[in-house]
């Protein structure tokens, strides 16, 4: 293997003036580029969307607290919730798709390179378009604002009568543009993980990650499709006249909640199943053995695929269905938790008999399975609908879905960063502000998001500006709102590693972490087009084959 | 019902102990003085579908606690046992590639918690969805407006507003309440959870939701489905009565406004400007059906959808601005001079 590491001219590493340097970043087409300008945009909307939660948290620390006004209020929490779902979560996940992918089944890019970059640029101008409503919002009226009909868009709050100007256009566009973005994305992950494999690597034989993202990426075609329909359906309502969701002409406001959770619920699995594939492939080198039960993992996430596209009505069992389809979708909810309880035991299952190394991607790892299991167990208490009629629109819910969201894919994330960016840029991050991190976003995280389930038990709904004093929701928010800060420290620690060990970290060499995947065979960073041969490989982890010739895995397979 | 909480918790685990000692604090809360009726907790039912749903509830927290329990402990015995030593000296453990046997037992056992869990839950799905509205019911058409509720009782005549007043129901002589959710603008829910889950107000789609609640009392709750600007402060509040005050509340209700010749100054500027195009006193000419209707307005504790305490200052305030209350309200500012401000006041507080 050692004969495939190409070795760089000396040419090619001289300092080029920056506005070439610019020129190639803007213009490539090299899936690495591409992937690191997701990640860095995605750390860009992070930061921003951050900033977003943190007014939120200082307006809600007391009652009657007259930090922002309603109507900022209600723009923060759009955004937040816009940006951190369609603006950081999917980019950086897509980032490191399009990094990891084809490193890792032995290609040298992505299938459709120039789609690959358009699609990035789709989605990146999707969120500038966002963001451009700060100033353009209202059009012709002069002053600009964001929208703030949530970032459900429930109709018929989005329709022209209740959100006039074009503060609402803005955030219909930048979906329906960064969708398109998506829809892309996904056809070429899909085509590479079908098309490009290198001799020798058979479906059973590709790493779990390419597995994952392959069936993320079916799940993105079958769950951003109708959100865009429904988004071309609010713009014919609002300027063609149409009559879909518009409630005053006979319209359906329920039609639009069934095509906004149809994309909305599968995109929670979009999400994690990435993040799943992080773990599968973290998980198994710190522990030293290979993942546990490979075929049923690959099974299990087929079959999450496949429940979680029915079982989106659970986000509506207080809108007044039956009792019937309150039942069926209880029962499917109830039932994609148990490939996903599946997946948890095969984890433990790999550390079980391992020898455990506790690197900072590690500590993200075993505090992801910690987190993602008390997710999923608030998850089965809400798939209950008659719980549900209770928690539903509370801050129970809030606190369950960034348990998901911060404390299962965040924390993948930052185990895939601490793993993953030896490779991206030749340095180590510092495992000692690492731990710093990890330890500070530890805490901020409970103290945030344990607590935030109580006020919903007690009765606060979700997206209230303020609250009245006596209903014992004073104190818990304020601790809330305490955990938000030390986040936000833990996330400046997060981002000063980046910088700093861009510049000072130690040098990582090709295989910093004695891995067993193919990404770990060429230099650090790849050069361009990734391998000078193809590679061909006999096993699941053609690496450990590679140094332990005397009992290579390509025996018992 | 607290025995019980305190007995799971007991079984469950820190997390969900957290939670549910959590979930007591309005008891600890409002102190030795008693109920204060501000507890909107789901664990302190006071009528059946609250009830059945804090039972299965507490069901759903002790298997979700067991199972926490169980996978808590084994990860934390993996991570531990497991973990590498200096000892090592840099051998690889064995290579185990899993086992049929233990996927399958993972498998089948979470399956037959899940359908536990289902038929458990169906019950009450069917329970509190299906039942019949009996005879003696009570029922009521609540309306959603940006940003308050609109109450109307069909088979009374009465129209209010924001504070619902309903009968206790007896276990032997059942009086529940029926109510009809609609809504003029947007999405709202109504939600008081210590009588029932929320149920959603959409427009063009009607529903239906029920209580029966066993204790008198004022039950907080408010509108729990993001509806815009002034979400937060289109609160609820339901006066749960004793078959004599709640007959005593129809009978004045159904009486025309207060006629009082010392306000008529007031009623004028009432008249005559905008304000009765939205809101209604019954037995005038004011019929408008935008606002609440003002017939029985100082039956009221709050106005403003309960954003403040029914009393002269705030009624000043209100009138004069309604957004130094309620920044985003539909009520306009009607800029009246100090002396309409005051008559127009007047009558509002003759409106018994």
């Known amino acids: ?557 | 019902m607290l025995t019980l909480r305190m007995k799971s918790s007991l079984e469950c685990g820190w997390h969900i102990a957290l939670l549910l000692l959590w979930s007591a604090t309005p008891l600890w809360a409002v102190g030795p003085g008693g109920s204060t009726g501000q507890g909107t907790s789901i664990f302190s039912p006071a009528s059946t579908p609250a009830k059945s749903i804090a039972d299965v509830s507490v069901f759903v927290l002790v298997i979700t606690g067991i199972i926490f329990l169980v996978v808590f402990a084994l990860l934390l015995y993996s991570v531990v046992r497991f973990r590498g030593r200096a000892t090592d000296g840099g051998r690889e453990p064995a290579q185990v590639y899993g086992s049929m046997q233990i996927e399958l037992a993972w498998t089948i056992i979470p399956i037959l918690i899940v359908v536990v869990l289902f038929l458990a839950t169906a019950r009450v799905i069917h329970a509190v969805q299906d039942a019949p509205e009996p005879a003696g019911a009570l029922d009521v058409i609540a309306i959603g407006h940006q940003y308050w509720w609109e109450f109307r009782y069909p088979k009374l005549g009465i129209v209010t507003a924001n504070e619902l007043h309903i009968p206790v129901s007896e276990p032997d002589h059942p009086t529940p309440t029926f109510l009809q959710l609609l809504s003029v603008d947007t999405d709202h829910s109504f939600w008081v959870p210590e009588l029932a889950g929320k149920t959603d107000l959409i427009p063009n789609h009607p529903n239906r939701m029920w209580m029966d609640p066993q204790r008198t009392g004022v039950f907080m709750g408010q509108c729990a489905q993001y509806c815009g600007t002034q979400h937060a402060k289109m609160l609820l509040r339901v006066s749960v009565e004793g078959a004599d005050d709640f007959g005593a509340w129809v009978h004045a209700q159904q009486k025309p406004a207060v006629e009082d010749a010392g306000v008529i100054a007031g009623r004028q500027v009432f008249e005559r400007n905008a304000c009765m195009n939205c809101h209604a006193v019954g037995g005038t000419p004011a019929d408008g059906r935008f606002g609440p209707d003002l017939t029985h307005l100082m039956s009221r504790a709050t106005i403003a959808a309960g954003a403040a305490e029914n009393t002269h200052d705030n009624l000043r305030l209100w009138i004069q601005n309604p957004s130094a209350i309620k920044p985003g309200s539909l009520m306009p500012a009607m800029k009246l001079s100090d002396a309409d401000l005051d008559a127009v006041v007047s009558y509002m507080e003759t409106l018994h």
Not at chain 1, 125 to 141: A, I, V
Not at chain 1, 198 to 214: D, E, H, I, S, V
Not at chain 1, 335 to 360: E, S
Not at chain 1, 534 to 555: A, Q
């Open chain 1, 1 to 557: 293997m050692s004969s495939n590491v190409i070795t760089v001219p000396v040419g090619q590493t001289e300092a080029r003036p920056w506005v070439d340097e610019l020129h190639q970043w803007l213009t490539t087409v090299d899936h690495k580029r591409l992937g690191i300008l997701y990640i860095v945009s995605a750390l860009l909307f992070l930061v921003i969307g951050g900033v977003e939660a943190l007014i939120i948290r200082i307006q809600l620390m007391h009652s009657h607290n007259n930090f922002v006004s309603p109507e900022v209020f209600n723009r923060m929490f759009t955004m937040h919730g816009t940006t951190m779902i369609f603006f950081v979560a999917m980019p950086v996940l897509f980032g490191f798709a399009n990094y990891l992918v084809p490193l890792m089944i032995g290609a040298r890019d992505m299938a459709f390179p120039r789609l690959n970059a358009f699609s990035f640029w789709l989605s990146f101008l999707g969120g500038l378009l966002l963001y451009f409503s700060f100033l353009g919002g209202s059009g012709l009226y002069g002053a600009g604002n964001a929208p703030d009909v949530g970032w459900w868009s429930y109709a018929p709050l989005g329709a022209r009568a209740f959100s006039p100007g074009h503060s609402s256009d803005y955030w219909t566009l930048a979906l329906l543009v960064s969708g398109f973005g998506s829809i892309g994305t996904a056809i070429n992950i899909i085509a590479t993980i079908l098309c490009l494999r290198c001799p020798g690597m058979k479906l059973n034989r590709m790493p779990l990650l390419a597995w994952l993202n392959l069936v993320m990426a079916g799940m993105v075609l079958l769950a951003i499709t109708p959100l865009s329909a429904a988004q071309i359906m609010l713009l014919i309502d609002r300027y063609l006249g149409g009559h879909f969701f518009d409630t005053q002409a006979g319209g359906s406001a329920v039609l639009w909640m069934h095509f906004f959770w149809i994309f909305g619920h599968p995109e929670v699995y979009i999400l994690i199943i990435p993040c799943f594939a992080f773990m599968s492939e973290i998980i198994p080198v710190f522990s030293r053995k290979p993942i546990f039960g490979y075929p049923v993992m690959v099974a299990a996430t087929v079959c999450i695929a496949f429940v979680s596209m029915s079982v989106w009505a659970h986000h509506m069992f207080t809108i007044g269905m039956n009792s019937y389809a309150n039942s069926f979708f209880t029962l499917t909810t109830m039932a994609v938790g148990v490939p996903t309880g599946i997946k948890i035991f095969n984890w433990i299952g790999t550390m079980w008999g391992g020898r455990i190394q506790f690197k900072t991607a590690m500590l993200f790892s075993i505090a992801f399975l910690f987190q993602f299991l008390i997710a999923g167990l608030t998850g089965i208490m809400m798939a209950c609908s008659p719980f549900d009629w209770q928690l539903s629109l509370s801050y129970f819910v809030v606190a369950h879905f960034h348990y998901v969201i911060v404390g299962g894919i965040l924390f993948a994330l930052f185990g895939a960063f601490y793993y993953w960016y030896p490779k991206m840029t030749g340095r180590m991050l510092s495992e000692r502000l690492g731990q710093w991190h990890f330890w500070l976003f530890l805490i901020g995280f409970h103290l945030t998001f344990d607590v935030m389930h109580i006020p919903g038990i007690l009765g606060m709904p979700r997206r209230i500006y303020t609250y009245e004093p006596g209903r014992g929701w004073d104190t818990l928010n304020l601790i809330v709102s305490i955990g938000a800060f030390i986040q936000a420290v833990a996330i400046l620690v997060f981002v000063a590693n980046l910088i700093v060990s861009y510049f000072k970290g130690a040098k990582a060499g090709n295989d910093p972490w004695d891995a067993w995947t193919l990404e770990w065979s060429v230099s650090s960073p790849p050069p361009a087009y990734n391998f000078a041969t193809v590679p061909t490989v006999s096993s699941r982890r053609p690496l450990w084959d590679l140094k332990h010739p005397e009992d290579p895995d390509s025996r018992y397979e």
